[in-house]
């Protein structure tokens, strides 16, 4: 019967869903109205007078999805055509108006599809804009989340190179902690802030050593041992992993270490990182802050600089690279990957090992559903397994599965009927499925 676990939509008064819809998206439209209103001279000196209609026919497409999503009103078909994706939209929006009518409001559709929508909406009152198409307009934000965290940065360079090259303690213990970086480097995503840029409070390396008890289910260990190690004894084979990214900043650069890392040990022949193709979710990667954080590193003096060389150096050579695919925009669970996007679900296919990295991707793996908090993990991807997968994520979303009863027992004996734990981005889980 779990195969049937509700899916998560904002109506139920109290549910992180529902705060999201009636605060978070108001405050994150409301706060992007404001940001291009007071860009609006800047945009003209930079783009002539025309810009001033680019600004207004942006403001006024901003104001009205914030209004129409404050009042609940039915979600409409989206207008612009710039996109490649719209008919996906589209086609969706419609099908399931059919199903739903007159239900397919802001609050009442699903809320995994809903949010996708917002963005997507987003994107398209920028791209049809004369001036402002390719506008980042949550460049400056996710500019500040990395200058805010360069102490934490830097310090998890200079221990990148130091694994590297010691022979004191085992490489499996390195490549542990640089994962556990990775892992609560997504605590810095900028949607849930509100725009704060300073997320992570702590160094990563000291809550990769320290927080070991915050992460409900812990996979780490059994992924090296399992998959990473074991590449070994398959020296002629083509061995490669794929990192499905989530936030730019202080977790971009943590993936990046990680990424390095593991084709430095020579285990691995290729990283493949995989970012999104337009401004989505606040903080998440596109290739121009996959760009930016690289130059960022180069322009610094110390080990930064020295590990971007290296890092640049395997960018050349092929062995890491970056790309970028519509399906990561789409508001598809995975488990549709194979109908509506079967050529990225072929070439994920090929990897030895996919991380899915942030809360989305994870609200993606298992179709944002209401499961049993211990229903199997695997099961719950409803057939997604292109090949082995583990998903790095703090939670900040009122589904998961996968945990133990003990871990169930935890939570229901330190927080009674308060769920905060799943929402507030403290916890964690590193779950794996082997093909
Ligand atoms: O708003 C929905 C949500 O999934 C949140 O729960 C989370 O804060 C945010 O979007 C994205 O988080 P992440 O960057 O980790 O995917
Ligand atoms: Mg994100």
Redo the contacts with the bound molecule.
Sequence with gaps: ASGFAPKITSFQEGT?AYI?ARD?WPKIVGKLVDHIHCSRRRFMEEYGSEADADVKNVIHALSETRYRMMTDKPLEDLKDEYYVDIGVYNKLVQDKRKENEPLLTWYKSEWLFV?CYLYRLIYGAFHQQKHLSKYDYFGEQKRDSFKEHLRHIEESAKFTLEASTSNDVPFSFYLFLIFQSSLWG?QS?L??SGGDASTVKHSLLEAARARDSYILQNDVEKAIKEIILPLKERPASHHRIDIIL??AGVELSMDLFLADFLVHSGLVNNVILHGKKFPW?V??VTSVDFEWTLQQMENDEGDLKTFHERFQEKLKSGKIAYTSHDFWTYPHAFCDMKEAAPDLYEELAKSNLLIFK????Y?KLVGDRYWPWNYSFEKSLCSFLPTSLLTL??L??ETVSGLSAEAVERMKREFGEDTKWL?S?DFAVAQLVKI
């Design positions: 992180w999201t978070r949010e997504n995503d949607s849930v989530d936030n979710f903080s998440d942030g809360d989305l991707n609200r994520r703090t900040k979303a929402t981005g």
